[in-house]
């Protein structure tokens, strides 16, 4: 039973320039959450999207969006990067209907932007 | 963004001690949780916990969930060298629109053969 799977591991971008990330979830979950981590930090939360649509948000800018297809994956875009956007993005997935369960996180997409 | 108070920040002990980290909140929450993060990886849970006043354990792993709902502790009985790594907390409120996670600060842990 596959996990989450997060593509690509690591990406290289330079400021201004677009990107976006992969995430597919663990079997049976429906629900996927983005969070990104600073060096040193705990992960923030992005957003999470459940049924196709943005269920919630954190206090990140609109440069950050996001998508959920039918089969329950997920992308993250950024757009216009900073180069303060350098960090781990981790996708997690959940049960909607399971809230009180810890979710399963992926690896994370290692992106640096110079 | 929030962040939840995590200590210490980072603990450096012998093989066979025991540890232990605790995290605080402002605010309440539904549920508290324990991670564990190696390099390179995602966070692992260890343990969720969902009642106040509760005490849960996972193997040599023990937390409780404080009586007002604002912290938590973790503690590690007999450390050995696979514990190293970075300890997160994380509080979750549920029910309405939310029921994201909150992070705390990480506790890196060091232990030495």
């Known amino acids: 039973d596959a996990g989450v799977t997060q593509s690509p591991t690591h990406l290289i971008k330079t400021r201004g320039q677009q990107v976006t990330l992969r995430c597919s979830p663990k079997?049976?979950?429906?629900?996927v959450s983005w969070y990104q981590q600073a060096l040193g930090q705990g992960p923030q939360f992005i957003f999470q999207?459940?049924?196709?649509?943005?269920?919630q948000r954190g206090n990140f800018p609109d440069r950050f969006s996001g998508h959920q297809f039918p089969n329950y994956s997920s992308e993250l875009n950024v757009n216009a990067l900073l180069l303060g956007d350098s960090a781990l993005y981790l996708c997690?997935?959940?049960?909607?209907?399971?809230?009180?369960?810890?979710?399963?996180f992926g690896s994370g997409t290692r992106l640096t932007v110079v | 963004g929030q962040q939840l108070n995590q200590s210490p920040q980072s603990m450096f002990i012998q093989e066979g001690e025991d540890v232990s980290m605790n995290c605080t909140s402002s605010?309440?929450?539904?549920?508290w949780l324990w991670y564990k993060q190696d390099p390179g990886e995602g966070p692992v849970l260890l343990i969720a916990?969902?009642?106040?006043?509760e005490l849960t354990s996972n193997g040599r792993l023990t937390a409780q969930f404080g009586i007002t709902r604002k912290d938590s502790f973790l503690n590690i009985s007999a450390s050995i060298p696979s514990d190293v790594g970075i300890y997160f907390c994380a509080g979750q409120r549920y029910g309405g629109a939310t029921n994201k996670l909150i992070f705390g600060t990480g506790t890196l842990l060091a232990v030495q053969p």
């Open positions: 997690a997935s959940s049960l909607a209907l399971a809230e009180a369960y810890g979710y399963t």
């Open positions: 605010s309440i929450f539904n549920t």
């Open positions: 079997s049976g979950h429906d629900t």
């Open positions: 999207y459940y049924e196709e649509e943005e269920r």
């Open positions: 916990l969902y009642k106040a006043g």
